[in-house]
Nanobody, 121 residues
Framework: QVQLVESGGGLVQAGGSLRLSCTAS????????MGWYRQVPGEQRELVAT???????NYADSVKGRFTISRDNTKNTVYLEMNTLRPGDTAVYYC???????????????WGQGTQVTVSS
């Protein structure tokens, strides 16, 4: 059983910072890409940032220059450093990882339970 557990969300004032963490646990062989998505009630889940391999990153235009994604493969953990937060960043943030659980199985996407980030004006 594979689980992704997020932490680090909360309430912050505009201009502030938060750091999200997500750790994969359970039995698996390998993790490929990892990333963060966010969702506002009534809207579709949207990509925030992804990291493949050691350092190939991709960001939504709305967060470029403010957010930084990184990963520690020794800890099976992905981080999202969020700076200069805006009220528009308010959402539930979800961790995602493509994980192989068996030798002949394909990589499958797994999701965390989500962590709330609220930015007040």
């Amino acid at each position: 059983q594979v689980q992704l557990v997020e932490s680090g969300g909360g309430l912050v004032q505009a201009g502030g910072s938060l750091r999200l963490s997500c750790t994969a646990s359970g039995t698996f062989l390998r993790i490929n890409g990892m990333g963060w998505y966010r969702q506002v009630p009534g809207e579709q889940r949207e990509l925030v940032a992804t990291v493949a391999g050691e350092s190939t990153t991709n960001y939504a235009d709305s967060v470029k220059g403010r957010f930084t994604i990184s990963r520690d493969n020794t800890k099976n953990t992905v981080y999202l450093e969020m700076n200069t937060l805006r009220p528009g960043d308010t959402a539930v943030y979800y961790c995602n990882a493509d994980i192989k659980t068996r030798s002949f199985a394909p990589f499958r996407p797994y999701w965390g339970q989500g962590t709330q980030v609220t930015v007040s004006s």
